[in-house]
T-cell receptor, first 113, second 110 residues
Framework: EAGVVQSPRYKIIEKKQPVAFWCNPI?????LYWYLQNLGQGPELLIR????????DSQLPKDRFSAERLKGVDSTLKIQPAELGDSAVYLC???FGGGDEQYFGPGTRLTVT | GDSVTQMEGPVTLSEEACLTI???????????LFWYVQYPGEGLQLLLK?????DKGSNKGFEATYRKETTSFHLEKGSVQVSDSAVYFC?????????FGTGTRLLVSP
């Protein structure tokens, strides 16, 4: 069974540029999560989807961050414009039915210069 | 709000030494507790979990017991290997989201 797939694995951009991350969850997992992991810290939830619906986006900085999950499968997280402080690892995870066990992708390491 | 506190690292051990990584939590209600492991360049992997008080989670020689009276979930292993070198995260579920500690880096030398 394929795990959670994320792309790209690494991204370097200049500040004020836009960037997008893509996630494909485990087949059949209807709950999808995006986490932000700063260096030396644990992941922090940005947004949680149940199928197509964003049910918890309280920690998503909506002035520059947006996310979508069309058709309830793949998801895209976008930052526009990026700031230096956005340099971090962006993790995607999925679970079945919002269950306790979440499965994580390898993450996208973003560097903003 | 809910929170998890882990001992700071790095924890440096020789192969076959005993490991304990401390984790305490603050939560309303009765959360499930988890240990995740992150190997270099990889995503987080669930190592073990416990869903109620006095439960013991175990996997790959690692163990942790859900202690409600001390609000703790310490990770233990009797004999570590070089391949156990990684960052270990303690976490709990609160309101259907995972709350993580800051992680503890384990370095095991031959």
């Amino acid at each position: 069974e394929a795990g959670v797939v994320q792309s790209p694995r690494y991204k370097i951009i200049e500040k004020k540029q836009p960037v997008a991350f893509w996630c494909n969850p485990i087949s059949g997992h209807n709950t999808l999560y995006w986490y932000l992991q700063n260096l030396g810290q644990g992941p922090e939830l940005l947004i949680r989807y149940e199928n197509e619906e964003a049910v918890d986006d309280s920690q998503l900085p909506k002035d520059r961050f947006s996310a979508e999950r069309l058709k309830g499968v793949d998801s895209t997280l976008k930052i526009q414009p990026a700031e230096l402080g956005d340099s971090a690892v962006y993790l995607c995870a999925s679970s079945f039915g919002g269950g306790d066990e979440q499965y994580f992708g390898p993450g996208t390491r973003l560097t903003v210069t | 709000g809910d929170s998890v506190t882990q001992m700071e690292g790095p924890v440096t051990l020789s192969e076959e030494a005993c490991l304990t990584i401390n984790c305490t939590y603050t939560a309303t209600g009765y959360p499930s507790l988890f240990w995740y492991v992150q190997y270099p360049g990889e995503g987080l992997q669930l190592l073990l979990k416990a869903t109620k008080a006095d439960d013991k989670g175990s996997n790959k020689g690692f163990e942790a017991t859900y202690r409600k009276e001390t609000t703790s979930f310490h990770l233990e292993k009797g004999s570590v290997q070089v391949s156990d070198s990684a960052v270990y995260f303690c976490a709990l579920t609160g309101f259907q989201k995972l709350v993580f500690g800051t992680g503890t880096r384990l370095l095991v030398s031959p």
